[in-house]
């Protein structure tokens, strides 16, 4: 079994900045075992919809992200670490939402716990 935990959630002003962890652990065997780790977020009354995502090859980390985020929020990894991150800046208040992580290894999909993101006008 493995586990995501998210954290780094809160309030914060439009215009300022978050950053987002995600830290997988439980059965994992190597870094390569996560193949791809993603961001969602649901606003309330809303779909989830993808945000962004990270694919592990041999060769290193290849990001990218949805348009609405596209220049703010930037996804990075942390092979060492099994962790992922969501840089997010110029937050705005359309960008408040519960915040989740996915993660595919070994060929099974997780999904963290979610963490709040408020952004006030």
């Known amino acids: 079994q493995v586990q995501l935990v998210e954290s780094g959630g809160g309030l914060v002003q439009a215009g300022g900045s978050l950053r987002l962890s995600c830290a997988a652990s439980?059965?994992?065997?190597?870094?390569?075992?996560?193949?791809?780790m993603r961001w969602y977020r649901q606003a309330p009354g809303k779909q989830r919809e993808l945000v962004a995502a990270?694919?592990?090859?041999?060769?290193?980390?290849?990001?990218n992200s949805a348009d609405s985020v596209k220049g703010r929020f930037t996804i990075s990894r942390d092979n060492a670490k099994n962790t992922a991150y969501l840089q997010m800046n110029s937050l705005k208040p359309e960008d408040t939402a519960v915040y989740y992580c996915n993660a595919a290894v070994d060929g099974t999909d997780y999904w963290g716990q979610g963490t709040q993101v408020t952004v006030s006008s």
């Open positions: 990270i694919v592990y090859t041999s060769r290193g980390n290849y990001a």
């Open positions: 439980g059965r994992i065997f190597s870094s390569s075992s996560i193949s791809l």
